[in-house]
């Protein structure tokens, strides 16, 4: 058991959002759908955010990207990540966003750590070109107008190239509303443990705007404590909310003073039954979401290990669930599960997701040489934009 900190923090304001809680879900490619941002929402308050779409392909209107940026009518405020490496394309994406009324809040991802995006020059290796990364964020803000502009990135390229406290200090001057740090170089992947002490850093370097730490909140208690350890403004929660929706029932819970946070376990403790429910409401919004039933079930088929992880669902039925084409099926397999089985505790919770190990990370030729973007690198960021999966 450890002791939490008695004081709650404010409620979090972005520009002129304010969220009643200090909680936001992390942008995760793949994840956090209009169907997923909708089930999470439906346990618990704060900011939701889309997956990233790269802008140059919203600036080109392709159906994936026009997909992706859609909200249901019950998403408010309607939050969008947007990727780029060219000061025009994203400053176009943001315009247009901005003057077709289709976002509330715009975020822009610079913690993309993938190597076939850091070795153009894109994601967690792009503040390193500092000039460039300011130009990016300049022209979005101005570009955004009274629509928040946020941005969300990582410590540096690894621990002997360190780009967050100047990069969040040239955020802060160019206008953004609030800035998150997922406290992992792009070398740690998403490897070990993340350096909370550089949140601390970075709010005691940026002052006029909020900053939001991120990395393995995988309980409320670990949210609270990190807004103790560090003395950020709120939290972003990524993995550990992988088949967990309701974690976001027990983060507003926290942050609103619930005394069983701190007892060590999950205020919501679901059983078998919920858990088998929310799987099939998940399933369900993304029939809406992909207007495809099939897509659906494929889809959600990588969340089937994080959902039932830690319940006694046999192996069997596990693969058959991860394998299902309809909802007809999804609804027989359930039907089989014990429903009255009860929350499993700490084997049900804790880390999920990605981890891996630390990589070196790939970057442009001679990328580490200069602050200063080189004429030599104009082509390969080009092609960063490209090809992208998260960050
Ligand atoms: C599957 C997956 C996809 C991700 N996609 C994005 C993304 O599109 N944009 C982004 O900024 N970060 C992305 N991330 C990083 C998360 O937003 C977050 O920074 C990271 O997972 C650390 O937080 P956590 O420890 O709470 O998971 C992704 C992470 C995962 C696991």
């Not at 101005?142 to 040239?170: C, F, N, Q, V």
């Not at 029932?249 to 999950?266: I, K, R, V």
């Not at 693969?319 to 359930?334: F, K």
Request: charged share 25%; net charge negative.
């Amino acid at each position: 058991m450890s002791t939490l900190p008695s004081t709650q923090p404010a409620p979090l304001r972005i520009g002129p959002l304010e969220l009643s809680v200090p909680v936001v879900l992390a942008p995760m490619a793949g994840i956090t759908n209009t169907a997923f941002r909708r089930l999470c929402r439906e346990y618990g308050a704060g900011l939701y955010v889309s997956e990233m779409i790269t802008s140059r392909a919203l600036v080109e209107r392709t159906p994936e990207s026009m997909r992706l940026i859609q909200h249901h009518e019950s998403e408010t405020p309607r939050s969008i990540q947007l990727y780029g490496v060219d000061p025009k394309t994203v400053a176009e994406a943001v315009t247009m966003l901005v003057a077709e009324d289709r976002a509330d809040h715009i975020d822009l991802n610079f913690g993309c750590p993938v190597p076939k995006v850091t070795r153009k020059g894109g994601g967690a290796a792009l503040p390193w070109k500092l000039g460039l990364f300011r130009e990016i964020v300049e022209r979005a803000a101005r570009a955004a107008g009274d629509i928040p502009l946020t941005i969300k990135m990582r410590k540096g390229i690894d621990a002997d190239h360190l780009t967050y406290l100047e990069a969040g200090r040239a955020a802060e001057g160019a206008g953004v509303a609030s800035i998150a740090l997922h406290a992992r170089t792009a070398a740690e992947f998403y490897s070990g443990t993340a350096d909370w002490s550089a949140i601390a850093k970075l709010k005691e370097t940026v002052t006029s705007v909020p900053v939001l730490g991120n990395g393995d909140i995988w309980s409320a208690e670990d949210a609270l404590r990190m807004v103790a350890e560090t003395g950020c403004d709120g939290v972003v929660v990524g993995r550990g909310c992988l088949g967990r929706p309701w974690l976001f029932g027990d983060l507003a819970a926290a942050f609103n003073g619930d005394p069983s946070t701190g007892s060590g376990q999950a205020s919501i403790q679901p059983t078998l039954g919920e858990v088998a429910q929310a799987f099939k409401r998940h399933a369900e919004l993304l029939v809406e979401f992909f207007d495809d039933e099939d897509r659906a079930c494929r889809d959600i088929r990588k969340h089937v290990a994080w959902y039932f992880k830690g319940y006694a669902v046999g192996g069997e039925l596990r693969a058959a669930l991860a394998t299902s084409s309809s909802l007809q099926q999804i609804d027989d397999l359930l039907a089989q599960l014990d429903w009255m089985q009860p929350y499993p505790g700490a084997d049900a919770e804790g880390q999920r997701g990605r981890a891996g190990t630390p990589k070196v990370p790939s970057l442009p030729d001679r990328w580490l040489d200069s602050r200063e973007l080189q004429e030599t690198h104009r082509a390969e960021l080009t092609e960063a934009e490209l090809s992208h999966s998260g960050g």
